[in-house]
């Protein structure tokens, strides 16, 4: 099984930003694909970004051009570079890892952390 940890959330002011941390117990090199997805109170969970295991990234529209995605095979962690941040960021943000083995696709997810973005 693959456990994963986030850390990095916190309060920042509109404008400002944050790094998200997702670390694995297990290699991430064997997951064909991590995303990040949040969900605010009162909404529903959505994707934020997420990335394959060769590097392909996709965006949600609303973070394009201020969130970036990134891994790190070597220490078994994942990256949200989060910037200029908007107060509709406001989430709890999750790790998400998934694994194919065969026909059966695992989902594994963090237990969240929290951005909150408000002056």
Known sequence: ???????GGGLVQPGG?????????????????MGWYRQ????????????TKSG???YADSVKGRFTISRDNA??????QMSSLKPEDTAVYYCNAERQIIATVYN???????VTVSS
């Open 75 to 80: 220490k078994n962690t994942m990256y949200l």
């Open 1 to 7: 099984q693959v456990q994963l940890v986030e850390s």
């Open 40 to 51: 605010a109170p009162g909404s529903q969970r959505e994707l934020v970004a997420h990335i």
């Open 108 to 114: 594994y997810w963090g237990q969240g952390t929290q």
């Open 56 to 58: 392909i990234t996709t």
């Open 17 to 33: 930003s944050l790094r998200l941390s997702c670390a694995a117990s297990g290699s991430i090199g064997s997951i064909n694909r």
